[in-house]
């Protein structure tokens, strides 16, 4: 979503310092309220009315090479728990990464950590055929 430009933050606060209610400017501007109450407490703590800065992007923690590695683990061992491989990748590779982002480089190689059954669960029928 693309930050409110300056001519409108402008436009708001100046309506706002003649006197119209936060309400009636953002019917008016077709804005939130709460946008316009959010913009005047930062324009009187910080002095500040332009938008700040999106979030970052996430960079991959592992290169090509450390990813290949990886993918020899989990062929190896598929049943490696994500701490098990954090651990591998700090003592072998050096790389240093969290645990959430083992499980992003696991899963964009194609690898789950979905616990499954290679059989019908044993259970009993809550509905009994007989009737008695």
Same mark, same amino acid.
């Given at each position: ?18 006197? *119209? ?8 501007? *077709? ?27 996430? *960079? ?31 003592? *072998? ?40």
């Amino acid at each position: 979503m693309k930050a409110y430009s300056m001519d409108l933050r402008k436009r708001v606060l100046a309506m706002c310092d003649a006197g *119209h209610g936060t309400t009636q400017v953002a019917r008016l501007l *077709h804005v939130s309220p709460a946008w316009i109450r959010r913009l005047k407490q930062r324009r009187r703590e910080d002095g500040q009315i332009a938008p700040r800065p999106s979030g970052g992007r996430r *960079h991959r923690c592992l290169d090509d090479a450390q990813r290949q590695q990886l993918r020899d683990w989990l062929e190896q061992r598929p049943d490696s728990t994500l701490a098990q491989l954090q651990a591998k990748l700090a003592k *072998h590779c050096k790389a240093r990464c969290s645990l959430m982002a083992v499980s992003r480089a696991a899963r964009s190689l194609g690898w789950s950590f979905k616990k499954r059954r290679f059989e019908p669960a044993n259970r009993i029928d809550p509905m009994s055929s007989n009737s008695d």
